[in-house]
């Protein structure tokens, strides 16, 4: 019996190790799973006045053609990671890019991409998280200060300021309002302009306000309205407005196999102890 005892703590042990590892391995492939079902959102936005219509590549694949200055994406999903942006004039192609950046994208996240430059050879993207949760029957406004020319800017709404200091390539708080119709007022004081304006905020959505174009130059400023649906208050879960519910399980074959041989190995190590210390 006293030789039995070595070898049934070292199976005792080899079991515990092995049901300890196999249980390590369901929570690592679990992660994996849901990570690989989050995606993020991406929406791009031409705000660079010193390039003209662009095409836009993403990973080296064309995602967009003849992009105007001024306009805005909707968000689409791509894998969360490092993902390689690049912009060229309409039909100069991928070698002629004007912008090339590597971006990295969380998963569950939301984004705006802004093609932005203060020169012909000073233009890049800038990017902004965006968050657009919103509260149940309310409205939220933000806005983004891409006009190179003005300098810092503020934001008033019915003869009252409710966003100030907003710098270039800065985007504001988010501005949370009863829904309704409203004339918004940007306020550039080194430029002595002001430029409105009127939007009708609906109940559940996000209304972002980007502030594009030159004062001193073409193509003139310009607010450019860009409206998505909220998402009630449900963290992390991007900005797509219309969602898709993805399973987040494991493989069911694999799971159910690595579960049952932990608990096989862990009945072994608990019943090879309890005969080692009996023996």
């Known amino acids: 019996m006293k030789h039995r005892r070595p070898l049934l703590l070292l199976v005792h042990r080899v079991s515990l190790v092995c049901g300890l590892?196999?249980?390590?391995?369901?929570?690592?492939?679990?992660?994996?799973?849901?990570?690989?079902?989050?995606?993020?959102?991406?929406?791009?936005?031409?705000?660079?006045?010193?390039?003209?219509?662009?095409d836009v590549f993403v990973d080296g694949k064309q995602l967009l053609s003849s992009f105007l200055f001024g306009s805005i994406t909707g968000y689409v999903s791509i894998p969360a990671g490092p993902h390689k942006v690049q912009i060229a004039l309409v039909g100069k192609g991928i070698g002629a890019a004007v912008i090339t950046q590597t971006l990295a994208v969380s998963p569950g996240i939301a984004y705006t991409v802004a093609a932005i430059g203060t020169s012909p050879t000073n233009v890049s993207l800038e990017v902004f998280k965006d968050n657009n949760l919103i509260v149940a029957g309310k409205a939220?406004?933000?806005?983004?200060?891409?006009?190179?020319?003005?300098?810092?800017?503020?934001?008033?709404?019915?003869?009252?300021?409710?966003?100030?200091?907003?710098?270039?390539?800065?985007?504001?708080?988010?501005?949370?309002?009863?829904?309704?119709?409203?004339?918004f007022d940007v306020l550039a004081a080194s430029a002595n302009a002001t430029l409105p304006l009127s939007t009708t905020l609906k109940a559940n959505t996000v209304t972002s306000i980007f502030a594009v174009g030159l004062f001193q130059g073409v193509p003139k400023v310009e607010l450019v309205p860009a409206q998505v649906s909220g998402i009630p208050g449900l963290p992390q879960t991007g900005s797509d407005p219309n969602p898709v519910v993805t399973s987040t399980d494991a493989p069911p074959m694999l799971s159910w196999t690595l579960g049952m041989l932990a608990l096989l190995l862990l009945c072994t190590s608990a019943v090879t102890r309890r005969l080692a210390y009996a023996s």
Request: no cysteine; aromatic share 8%; glycine share 8%.
């Open 140 to 183: 939220k406004v933000r806005v983004y200060h891409l006009a190179p020319d003005a300098g810092s800017v503020d934001v008033a709404t019915s003869g009252h300021t409710v966003l100030n200091g907003i710098g270039y390539q800065e985007a504001s708080s988010y501005l949370s309002v009863p829904a309704g119709a409203y004339t």
């Open 21 to 54: 590892v196999a249980l390590l391995s369901i929570l690592g492939i679990q992660l994996v799973a849901v990570r690989a079902a989050s995606p993020s959102f991406v929406r791009v936005i031409h705000a660079s006045p010193y390039v003209g219509s662009a």
